[in-house]
């Protein structure tokens, strides 16, 4: 079984560069043209594959031949997709990331409500979700999945959550129960329940989710980078039961900068910072580690046209390295 | 064996159609989004065959799921898909149709060079070139393809060119064979070797190509419609032998102004006109029939979204009806 299960949007990603995009009423020739595997739940799985992490992926594809040929990729990709639904009359999602050079990206998502997540969708992962160590649950999906999945998570996982929910009772139950909380600025202040402006707010809004009952919490703050703020306790990964604090998990925080050079497409770096500080976690490291980890993961992704992540551990430690000798 | 045979691109047609695109770094939702057969040659082809007009289609798709898909939707739509290359190791072209409220619309082409015709192409659809009466040509494909195709069509037949050649002897080629010549103004510019501004200076071109060889001129002159000049002689229409000059063949010229309200996206005008102008000149149909007709077809193709037509003889004559009690 999977150590790790994502839930989450799955779909294909067709990335479109061209030097800029034509004025309304004109036309233009692509530089290049890709479609890949994509949606927030493809990309985070496929990140994870990449570090070696046995993943399920918890999704929905249309029955049609882009859905297929997604599901077939995710496969090749090392992900197990036993419980990527094929939904019948349904079109699969589609991510269209208009890149201009420059590193300009306009994103247009296309994604039918039939190939969101049910709560039944849900109930056929059930083996899956109940013999994992992590479930990395995106908020972007309906309430009602969400909730259904994290009432099957054995005591023993982690539940990390992306995201902001969309309602109330999905919000209370997933600060209930998340270990760790990632949002990117504005669904922070949707988490927060109030708009957060800078570091400070940012901080303020991670003290008041720690107190609510997460270990860590990873905000967006723009410009300044990302922010993790921890709390105290026990080393976080399932492998280990010590119940005494690690040392590195002494309450803390670190504000870590964006890696890198300025992003080619942003595309993506949500998502490979997730699976990246899943991944981390999971794997025993402390909490700065796996946010140095997880900003490196992003640094790579946005180097790249596309939200498909191309990583390995050797990659995300140059990156820090650099940054560090810079 | 088809009456007509269509050259030119086959590919797909995304038609992604939103409120406003997304400032840049911005993203937005899809209204609606659309996959469809297209590519100036496809929907050419597709017109012809739902005016009952048996039609070949000779152009190539990569060996990829959207090709697969594109081909038999070519088929289930009625045309002879015969000479429809499947490349190795191409990818197949695709025309991204960016529409937004209002009618703006931005084209992205991204059009593989392993899907451009080659001779053997060309070569490889001798069968039905040889017993066609009309070839359809798209001069956007590489020249030599084009000198290939108007090598092997009989005397008898007549040919239609739409667009303007890449080099100068296909640009020869195409005018000492080509009975009717098609353009949009740009290409009109192309075609005579200047720019054209206005309906005088179209007028002039249109007679200097009449002088080389063609019988028909129809060439777009922008907000004031579309310019068709014809010169004396038999009917065209291949069904005709009658050497005497047809009445409604005197020389002559119409001036047909855009029909229909304003384009809700202009993609395909020029493919629907093209190939209702042939299929008119075909069925008999004199030139100022044939030209009103034409800009009939353009004018119910920009009443909706993507490049594929929807017609219907039923839907031209209303068109027409409408503007002339308007």
């Known amino acids: 079984m999977a150590d790790v299960v994502v839930l989450g949007q799955v779909g294909r990603d067709l990335v479109v560069r ?23 739940g493809a990309n985070q799985a496929v990140a994870l594959a990449q570090l070696g992490v046995p993943v399920a992926l918890v ?8 859905g297929r040929q997604v599901r077939d990729q995710a496969a090749a990709d090392g992900i197990d997709v036993s419980c990527v639904v094929v939904r019948p ?40 979700l109940r013999s994992c160590q992590v479930l990395l649950a995106q908020l972007q999906q309906p309430g009602d999945a969400i909730r259904a999945a994290l009432g099957l998570v054995p005591d023993t996982a982690f539940v990390v959550s992306d995201g902001a929910p969309a309602d109330e009772a999905t919000r209370a139950a997933v600060i209930a129960r998340a270990a760790v909380v990632r949002a ?3 669904e922070a202040g949707r988490l927060a329940g109030r708009p957060l402006a800078g570091v400070d707010e940012a901080r303020e809004a991670a003290a008041e989710l720690l107190t609510a009952g997460p270990r860590l919490v990873a905000l967006s703050v723009g410009e300044a980078g990302d922010l993790v703020v921890w709390r105290a306790g026990p080393t976080l990964g399932a492998a280990s039961r010590d119940p ?23 595309t993506g770096a949500g998502d490979a910072y997730a699976a990246v500080l899943t991944a981390s976690l999971l794997g025993g490291a402390g909490p ?25 551990a050797g990659a995300l430690g140059e990156v820090i390295r650099r940054h560090r000798a810079a």
């Open 244 to 266: 005494e604090v690690d040392p590195r998990w002494a309450d803390g925080e670190v504000l870590v900068p964006h890696l890198g050079p300025p992003p080619m497409d942003p």
């Open 18 to 40: 061209t030097r800029s995009l034509p004025e309304a009423g004109g036309s233009t020739t692509a530089e290049d043209l890709r479609e890949l595997l994509g949606g927030k």
């Open 59 to 66: 999704g929905v594809v249309g029955d049609d031949g882009p």
């Open 184 to 186: 990117d600025a504005v």
């Open 89 to 128: 009359d349904a079109g699969t999602a589609l991510l269209l990331d208009l890149v201009e050079d420059g590193g300009r990206r306009r994103l247009v998502e296309h994604v039918p409500p039939e190939v969101l997540l049910t709560p039944g969708d849900v109930a056929a992962a059930a083996g899956e």
């Open 288 to 312: 700065e580690e796996a946010a140095w980890a997880a900003s490196a993961a992003a640094a790579v992704t946005v180097a790249h046209a596309g939200g498909r992540p191309q990583l390995d």
